[in-house]
């Protein structure tokens, strides 16, 4: 009732975008961003991961003209709208920031902090995390009730859903903006109450627990996968899923639901992901993680 009466108030249109955070999630919701027409600065640390984000928004967008959806032009206009940065210069007037850096609140903290000192008085920033407490990452801003989250799902191209996190502060016009800029981006969003996790991951993160438990027993990861994909019909089993989500950002959302919820969630001793982790099997991203990728 709440959620939906302030989604339907009064919203601030979005015209530029900033996405903190070049990665996985960074660089998906900067194509996703600039594809349906809001241009947007993608910031980072690193020049190597601009790099990344830039080629994989093309490696999507030559897809699509490949298959004949999409031509030439418009695939240099929608690169055009995206503004790779190392510096906060090109977002003094932006409407909205997306942070979608490490999953990390001590390293997100710090980040919000910054970007809201860069930012005009009116700019809305929002947090990516997976499970972080958005009530807790507010505890970084100022200007509360321009906070939220806006958690997307991967791969951001494919995935239609986005929760928008209303914190304690979070205003009604706040909602309503980031509800409408979710929709521009031809996202379906819903919004939720604050809490580790909020909805998908409340549901996601104990089933990796699940998982886990299982391999310690002794089961082969291999043949979990082959179940829940050939058997079960799920597109991918959990082996793959937290490859594709990355083994270091499962390992700190793990950290993040066991602290929220520590008897449901408490942490598992010896799990194979923290193992991994420890290896620095990232998954996808680097190539290793439960499976090696060539
Ligand atoms: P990633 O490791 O692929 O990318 C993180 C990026 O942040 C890196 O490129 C890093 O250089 C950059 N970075 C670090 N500190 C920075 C700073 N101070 N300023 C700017 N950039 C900085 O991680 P990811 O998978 O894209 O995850 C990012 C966030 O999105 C996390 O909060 C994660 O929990 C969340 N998320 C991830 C997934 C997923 O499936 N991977 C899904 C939904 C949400």
């Known amino acids: 009732g709440k959620a939906k009466k302030a989604a339907k108030s009064a919203q601030k249109q979005v015209n530029k975008a900033a996405v903190l955070g070049a990665g996985i999630m960074g660089g ?11 241009p947007i600065v993608m ?16 490696g999507i967008l030559t897809k699509l003209v490949e298959r004949g959806r999409l031509n030439a032009k418009k695939m240099a206009g929608v690169l055009n709208n995206i503004t790779p940065s190392l510096s906060y210069d090109s977002m003094k ?17 710090i980040v919000l902090a910054e970007v809201e000192g860069q930012v005009a008085e009116d700019t809305i920033i929002t947090s990516n995390t997976s499970t972080i407490s958005i009530d807790l990452l507010a505890e970084s801003v100022s200007r509360k009730d321009k906070f939220c989250g806006m958690h997307f799902f991967n791969p951001v191209h ?27 981006m031809g996202k379906s969003p819903i919004v939720v109450n604050d809490c580790p996790g909020f909805y998908v991951n409340r549901v996601l993160f ?8 299982l391999v310690l027993e002794g089961a082969d990861f291999t043949a979990v996968d082959k179940v829940m994909e050939k058997q079960f019909g799920w597109p991918m089993g959990p082996a793959y899923l937290l490859d594709v989500v990355g083994i270091d950002t499962a390992d700190h959302c793990t950290g993040v639901m066991s602290a ?18 420890g290896d620095e099997r990232y998954g996808q991203k680097n190539g290793k993680g439960f499976y090696d990728y060539g």
């Open 158 to 184: 494919k995935m239609p859903l986005v929760e928008v996190i209303r914190g304690k502060d979070t205003s009604d016009e706040t909602v309503a903006t980031v509800v409408a800029y979710a929709a521009k």
């Open 260 to 277: 929220g919820f520590p008897t449901r969630m408490a942490k598992i001793d010896n799990d194979p992901v923290t193992k991994l982790y």
């Open 93 to 109: 007037d932006t409407d909205i920031v997306v942070e979608a850096v490490v999953e990390n609140p001590k390293v997100k903290g």
């Open 43 to 58: 910031k980072d640390i690193n020049d190597d991961a601009l790099d990344l984000g830039l080629t994989t928004a093309a």
């Open 28 to 38: 998906g919701i900067a194509y996703q961003s600039a594809y349906k027409g809001t």
């Open 206 to 213: 104990p089933y990796f627990a699940g998982f886990s438990q």
